[in-house]
């Protein structure tokens, strides 16, 4: 069986009478050093981005807040997972295609990347992104 193009991970959390506090530790939960932290707020009732794959980058995603909808493909085969807060996280690597949609007005999506910003790490061409797949 092929492995998945989506990789779930659960946050561990600790909650005392004081409320809740989840961790994500290199080696236990975060499969890389993160390099780079970024959020998605506010964003507009019916809006999808991303829309673009990465050659070398590696993300986390994790849903602070509210709800979205994460979507990967490889050219070949796609992948869909429904985020909410304190769900499971998401990790995802190079060469996927992916899109965000369905964000819930109050939506707080987090993502940990193991690379600085780099545009010339991004494909955001859907062509282009097919012929790099298909020349490995
Ligand atoms: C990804 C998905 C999940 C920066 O200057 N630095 C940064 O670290 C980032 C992430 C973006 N930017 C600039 C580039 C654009 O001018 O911020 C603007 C919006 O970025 P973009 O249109 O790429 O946003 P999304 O939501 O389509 O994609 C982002 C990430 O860029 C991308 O790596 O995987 O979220």
Redesign the pocket.
């Known amino acids: 069986m092929s492995s998945p193009l989506l990789e779930l991970v659960d946050i561990p959390q600790r909650g005392d009478a004081r409320g809740h506090l989840s961790i994500a530790e290199y080696g236990k939960v975060l499969p890389f050093v993160v390099r780079?932290a970024?959020w998605?707020h506010g964003t507009n009732h019916g809006v999808s981005?991303?829309?673009?794959a990465?050659r070398n980058?590696r993300?986390m995603?994790i849903c602070l807040r509210g709800g979205v909808t994460?979507a990967v493909s490889d050219g070949e085969r796609s992948e869909t997972f429904p985020m909410s807060a304190f769900g499971k996280a998401v990790v995802?690597g190079p060469g996927l295609w992916?899109v965000?949609s369905d964000f819930s007005a109050d939506c707080i999506?987090m993502?940990l990347?193991d690379r600085?910003?780099d545009?010339a790490?991004?494909i955001?061409n859907f062509d282009e992104f097919v012929i790099a797949k298909c020349h490995g």
Do not use: N, S
Request: charged share 30%; glycine share 4%.
């Open positions: 780079r970024y998605i981005r991303g829309f673009h990465h980058l993300q995603f994460l995802i992916r965000m999506l993502v990347a600085e910003y545009e790490d991004y955001r």
